[in-house]
Every structure is written in structure tokens, then in C-alpha cells.
């Protein structure tokens, strides 16, 4: 559409004619489309200067024309539980910086391209990043918050999590990790002021709850949602990631670890698919090493499960992993199943798992 339009406007009549054949349904012009436009990241810009006759569009007629940007969304990493009065919140994001692919034939091959968003975030993060110190440094960034409802953590502690989130797609799981930690510091905290004030008053006599004036509490003195939450067990939380490489890629690596030693990760599943000879992805160590406590998870402490991150070749892979998993225990435990009968069963599993919000995934292509 774009091109037909520069086409209507360009005044040499070989430019007119190549971006009719490049906006063409003819097998010729969508292959040569696919080569030059698609594949190189042809943008309107591009064509102003490769086509100069169509420079003397006019503004109106070219911002009619070009579609909106799109806005980009990034997950929050941080939890507003953290720290009291701590109103800062963080996101992570991959600089998207690539060279288009080298076509035979073609001198206009290997472009340079960056993400319209990150390319621009990274130009503000630069000074913080090169400076010793970057007290003083400030730069305002216009964002909007777009609220989820599906894609969050349980109301009820003791629902153990699994979450998969490889490359950035872990940005979210930091936020839930440390809003975890946050609850159960809470917790303790709610049975320690318990602790304190129960039995024989040091002074000689017995302290009654009705003499024990706390806010947010009943008429009896009592919060029941607080008391709950406190008596609540944990439920465990497993973590997969993958990158490409160890040294490099493993965002959050010291969080990770330190949510681990903290207990807050029961378990730490990573891979790296650029550090073998093998490639190694979050789905090859779902059908591995995590196979059996997958299973138990799923089936037996009906768990919750999030997936994060690419959705086009990830998330089908994960799922696929999990059904897999999930349908090999179903064999074990029916002798006379056949493996397609077993995965029927286990698609139905999982299928009944995000229709009650125990599967949730929240992907990007």
C-alpha cells in the first residue's frame, strides 16, 4: 500500500514503474518485494532516498500514508513491596542491533538495523552506564501502564509456581521473585509482632486481646486476612532460563543465585544454548533433568505455570515439552495408553490449566 502510493507520486517513470512491480501481486515483484523490502527493512525513509522523484510528496500525503508506531510494552522487574516508600520501578529490555542478511546480487544487503525503541532507550542508559557516577544524571521518559489481569502472581502463597521465561522473558519473573520475598518477610514479621504479644505480660499481668489497639483490624481485634496470609505455607518456585551464552547473556545471574540461597527459587533450571557442542534450550531441560519434578508439580501440587518470551518458536517448544512430560506419566500410570492417546490426555491437562488461569502466558513475535 505504502509503495503503490510512491509509485502515484514519483515523477521519473522508471521509479514509478519499479515500485508498481515492487507493490504488485506478479510472483516476480512479491519475490523481489520479499529480497529488497522485507528481508533489507525497507522503511519510508529508505524509499525517499532511493526513489528521489518521490521526494516531493507532501507531508499531509506522507503521514496519511505510513502506519502509527506501534507501542512497546516491557514487563516491570521490581516489586512496589520492596522497600517502603520506594516508588522506583525498573524493566529490562535487549538492544535489538542486527545486519540484514547478504542476498546475491543485491549491493543494497547488509544494513545495520535497531530497534526503534530500545535503540532509543539505550542512547538515554549510556551516560549512567559510561559515567563513574551518575549523581545529577536524569532523563524523562514518557510511559503508560497497561495492567494485566491474567498475568500475575496467585492471591494464595502456597501454589507452587514453575516459570519460564528465557532472554528478557525473565524480566517479569525478577518482579515476582522479589514481591515473593517481600510476602514471606511480611509473613515472618506478622508472627514475630504475634509471638510477642501472646502468653504472660513481663510486668505481672496477663495482657487481653481487646487491650491491644492495632489499625485495620475487626472489632475482636483480629484481621483475618492478615492472620491468613501469615499461617500460609510456601508454596515451592521453580525457575527456568536460557541464553545463549553463560558469560555473557545470563541476565539477572547474581539475583537468581541470591533468590536461591534465600530459598525463594526451590529450583534453578538454566541453558545455554551457545556455550556446547549441543544446543541447550529451557524445553530440552524440561523433558531432562526436570522431567519427574515437572510431573509432580503439575499433577500432584496442582501448580501454577508462566511462560514468558518469544512466542514464535519458544512457547510452542515449552508447551510441547510440558504435554510431552505430562503424557509419558500418563503411560506410566496407564499401561494399555498408547503414547497419542497419552498426549491427547495430557493436551486436555494443560488445556484445563489455562482455562483456569494455571497456564499463563504472555508472549511476543
Avoid at 525517499?48 to 510528496?57: A, D, E, G
Avoid at 522487574?77 to 535489538?96: C, N, Q, R
Avoid at 503411560?331 to 492417546?341: C, G, R, T, V, W
Amino acid at each position: 500500500r505504502v509503495l503503490m502510493f510512491f509509485s502515484s507520486v514519483a515523477s521519473d517513470s522508471e521509479e514509478e514503474a519499479a515500485l508498481r512491480l515492487l507493490s504488485s501481486k506478479f510472483a516476480a515483484g512479491e519475490d523481489i518485494f520479499n529480497k529488497f523490502v522485507d528481508e533489507q527493512r525497507i522503511s519510508a525513509v529508505d524509499i525517499l532516498r532511493l526513489f528521489p522523484s518521490c521526494q516531493n510528496v507532501s507531508l499531509t500525503g506522507l503521514l496519511g500514508t505510513l502506519p502509527s508506531i506501534a507501542p512497546r510494552y516491557y514487563s516491570v522487574t521490581s516489586s512496589p513491596l520492596t522497600k517502603e516508600g520506594d516508588s522506583s520501578l525498573t524493566v529490562a529490555f535487549s538492544v535489538v542491533d542486527y545486519l540484514t542478511p547478504s542476498t546475491a546480487g543485491l549491493v543494497f544487503g547488509r544494513r545495520r538495523i535497531g530497534g526503534i525503541a530500545t535503540r532509543y532507550l539505550e542512547c538515554i542508559c549510556s551516560p549512567f552506564l559510561s559515567q563513574s557516577s551518575s549523581s545529577g544524571t536524569s532523563h524523562k521518559v514518557s510511559i503508560f501502564p497497561k495492567p494485566t489481569s491474567d498475568f500475575q502472581l496467585p492471591a494464595n502463597l502456597s501454589t507452587p509456581l514453575i516459570l519460564i521465561g528465557p532472554g528478557t522473558g525473565v524480566a517479569p519473573f525478577m518482579g515476582f521473585l522479589a514481591h515473593r520475598q517481600s510476602q514471606i518477610a511480611s509473613n515472618e514479621t506478622t508472627r514475630a509482632a504475634k509471638a510477642s504479644v501472646e502468653g504472660t505480660w513481663r510486668g505481672g499481668y496477663d495482657l487481653e486481646e481487646d487491650e491491644m489497639p492495632v489499625s485495620n483490624r475487626d472489632g475482636r481485634g483480629l484481621n483475618p486476612a492478615l492472620d491468613f496470609t501469615s499461617n500460609q505455607v510456601i508454596g515451592d518456585i521453580d525457575l527456568f532460563f536460557g541464553c545463549r551464552h553463560k558469560h555473557h547473556d545470563w541476565l539477572y545471574e547474581e539475583e537468581m543465585m541470591r533468590f536461591k540461597e534465600d530459598g525463594i527459587i526451590k529450583n534453578l533450571q538454566v541453558a545455554f544454548s551457545r556455550d556446547g557442542k549441543d544446543r541447550l534450550y529451557v524445553q530440552n531441560k524440561i523433558t531432562g533433568d526436570a522431567a519427574e519434578r515437572i510431573r509432580t508439580m503439575v499433577l500432584d501440587k496442582k501448580c501454577a505455570i508462566y511462560v514468558c518470551g518469544d512466542g514464535n518458536a519458544m512457547a510452542k517448544d515449552v508447551q510441547d515439552a510440558i504435554i510431552e512430560v505430562l503424557a509419558q506419566a500418563e503411560k506410566i500410570a496407564d499401561d494399555s495408553s498408547n503414547l497419542d492417546d497419552a498426549k491427547i490426555k495430557a493436551t486436555a491437562i494443560l488445556e484445563q490449566m489455562k482455562a483456569s488461569n494455571k497456564f499463563v502466558l504472555d508472549i511476543w513475535s
